[in-house]
């Protein structure tokens, strides 16, 4: 049963949930972009903003009304906060050759992420499923994430990079929500909200709130999905035996091409939510007697990435970029049943020449492409 | 257990899940698995001018053969296959190069240091489900070491297997590992052990070429034969050939195969080859899983 909450009233979700105990995280402009950062209030939300993306290119804008969520993803994604990008695992000692190993206790943080989108919500649960449902957990986003409150929006507008109809995620939002919203700004300003779990129920029942009519459930319904058709005549990705398409091309000379206009550089593996790799850094101080070791987000476009005594597995750009597009496109569904793309576009805006992730997938698909470059072994 | 024999892509079921982890005390499973145990150094054996043998004492650890660990020396951690025998509850054994600063400072150690342990880690040698077939283990260089503890297990339980076959190449005389036991090995009649250089002087009377060159001496029945190979990639694709060409079948050939580690626990995405994560899909792989991927450069 949906509800209503005028947008005088929204503020009480921040008061709340601070009551409870809750540091609030959600979307603010900095440095020209909205990132996800520390809000002390509703205030804080990049109200009355909104983003122009294309292909490798970022611009906020003003809208002419007082939208709280008149924009999309930006660079940040709420990986930041439940996989932060450096992280001590643990410390250790050394004295007279013996060791001492002292576990990181981390401080217990009560987070609530404020306007997590359709696709990243979607994004959340598949880094859920990397760290927490695979042979071995990961101890850390394990503490991070089990007290997380998701406030969730459904999206009303969208951007040019977004295909998130093309993976199934979004524009609406799917479960695993505490509270989902849809933003309406005419006639009068107002939310239709959602409760998804107990949680979510008791926050709402500290906020000013009334049932909503089926007129307006249905407005607002509306509005999210002629966003869905916008999103899905703008931008798309034929995903039918994707899997089949990628696996079948690893020889194809598709990949020499991109390599002619990709650099490597990495940005859309840090902006993409569901990308999770790492690497360690072990620091000795100047005595050799205390030691830490440190974990930073990596990326597969580095020549370290894969590095072996024997030397780096992958050289070339093309070989970089293929098992990128590769392990999120096809391999992710083999190791953890699911796409690895949630169709949020971060990795088009982002890349500073504008790879399109949808493109490089319908140059294959028009190719068709093997091109074997040994042949297979029986 | 959950895997079958002789399978493709076997099933690593729960069951198997708790074996492989469940070697370090406590074990790992649910633990923080990024936290190193300490062991304490039993000895520090140098078995050739740049290879040496750390045993440490094993504590109530278990494993089995193929798995490795991820050994902590201070200033970092490099996973080390397991080199000892599995039914050794004394200690464990790892068979390192001293090449880059982390080896470095592992091969320096003394007995009675300590030094930090995680594991075991990674998919076994699947020997037990190979009991009834002839047994063909190809090493390379110090891809010997992963195939030592297997080689104990098949001596161990001799009876269970049919003919038995290592070949193990390197480059000179001075790489050679393990030369005592080699000895005693090739002393033994029931089974065939060769060993070949790729450089040899006068004062070498074996054979002289690459681990392929020896595989004429392979005398199996291909229908009920398993090989297990460890080398440099490049070395086991040619040596997977030959086997299929003396008529092995894909699905009984395995290999140990090597990619970049830093979590050992799948959670890095470093060591993925294809769909793959050889930290805990591998290292152990059959051939037949990975054989179109092993035919493309830099996956």
């Not at chain 2, 790729?198 to 074996?206: L, Q, V």
Request: glycine share 10%; with cysteine.
């Amino acid at each position: 049963m949906p509800f209503i909450v005028e947008r005088s009233d929204f503020g009480q979700f921040f008061t709340v949930l601070k009551g409870m105990g809750y540091e609030i995280i959600g979307p603010r402009v900095r440095d020209s972009a909205i990132v996800y950062d520390r809000l002390g209030s509703v205030d804080d939300l990049p109200i009355g903003i909104t983003d122009h993306q294309d292909k490798g290119v970022y611009r906020l804008r003003r809208r002419d009304d007082q939208a709280l969520f008149g924009y999309t993803v930006g660079p940040h994604s709420w990986k930041m906060y439940l996989f932060p990008p450096r992280m001590r695992l643990f410390s250790a000692e050394r004295r007279a050759g013996n060791l001492e190993v002292v576990e990181e206790r981390h401080e217990p943080r009560r987070l609530a992420f404020i306007g997590v989108r359709a696709c990243e919500l979607h994004a959340i649960q598949i880094q859920d499923r990397v760290f927490l449902h695979d042979i071995f957990k990961d101890p850390v986003y394990e503490m991070l994430r089990k007290d997380v409150f998701i406030l969730a929006v459904s999206c009303t507008v969208s951007s040019s990079t977004c295909f998130c109809t093309s993976m199934g995620t979004g524009p609406r939002v799917g479960p695993g929500y505490d509270i989902a919203v849809i933003e309406v700004l005419k006639p009068v300003h107002h939310f239709l909200v959602e409760v998804g779990s107990s949680l979510g129920g008791e926050v709402l029942s500290n906020v000013r709130h009334r049932e909503a009519t089926r007129e307006e459930v249905e407005s607002a319904t509306q509005l999210v999905e002629s966003n869905a058709r916008l999103i899905g005549m703008r931008r798309s990705m034929d995903t039918s035996n994707i899997k089949e398409l990628l696996y079948s091309n690893y020889g194809s000379k598709h990949w020499d091409e991109v390599a002619e206009r990709c650099l490597a550089c990495a940005n859309c593996t840090m902006v993409c939510p569901t990308c999770f790799c790492s690497t360690v850094e072990d620091v000795v101080d100047l005595k050799g007697e205390h030691a830490e070791r440190w974990r930073l987000w990596d990326s597969c476009f580095s020549n370290e990435f894969t590095y072996m005594h024997s030397g780096t597995v992958r050289r070339s750009t093309g070989a970089k970029y293929r098992h990128w597009i590769t392990h999120k496109l096809a391999s992710w569904i083999d190791q953890f049943g699911t796409s690895g793309c949630v169709g949020c576009g971060r990795c088009i805006t982002w890349c500073p020449v504008g790879i399109d992730i949808t493109e490089e997938v319908k140059a294959l698909q028009r190719d068709g492409g093997v091109v074997v470059e040994e042949e297979a072994v029986r | 257990m959950g895997m079958h024999a002789y399978g493709g892509r076997y099933d690593v079921g729960v069951n198997a899940v708790e074996d492989r982890v469940g070697g370090m005390g406590g074990g790992v499973h649910g633990a923080n698995p990024y936290l190193p145990r300490i062991c304490r150094v039993r000895r520090v054996k140098r078995e050739t001018y740049n290879t040496f043998t750390i045993d440490v004492e094993a504590d109530g650890f278990r494993f089995m053969p193929g798995q490795f660990n991820m050994l902590y020396a201070f200033v970092g951690e490099v996973p080390i296959s397991i080199s000892s025998d599995p039914d050794n509850h004394e200690f464990i054994s790892h068979t390192i190069r001293s090449v880059g600063h982390v080896t470095r400072a592992l091969c320096s150690l003394r007995a009675g240091d300590s030094v930090g342990v995680r594991g075991p880690f990674g998919n076994p040698w699947p020997i037990k489900e190979h009991e009834g077939s002839d047994i063909v283990v190809v090493a390379g260089g110090l891809g010997l070491a992963p195939l030592r503890p297997l080689m104990y297990h098949v001596l161990a339980n001799r009876a269970r297997y049919g003919r038995v076959f290592l070949l193990y190449g390197t480059k000179t005389q001075r790489d050679i590992l393990y030369r005592s036991e080699l000895a005693r090995w090739r002393a033994r009649f029931d089974i065939d052990v060769h060993v070949t250089l790729s450089r040899a002087d006068g004062r070498w009377h074996g054979n002289v070429g690459v681990v392929t060159s020896l595989i004429p001496r392979v005398h199996v029945d291909p229908m009920y034969a398993s090989a297990f190979i460890c080398g440099p990639e490049v070395m086991m694709r040619f040596v997977a050939r030959e086997l299929l060409n003396l008529g092995l079948d894909a699905n009984r050939i395995f290999l140990s195969m090597e990619r970049n580690m830093k979590c050992a626990v799948g959670l890095c995405g470093h060591c993925q080859f294809g769909p793959e994560f050889v930290c805990k899909d591998g290292p152990v792989l059959a051939y037949s899983r990975i054989a179109s991927l092993l035919n493309v450069a830099e996956v």
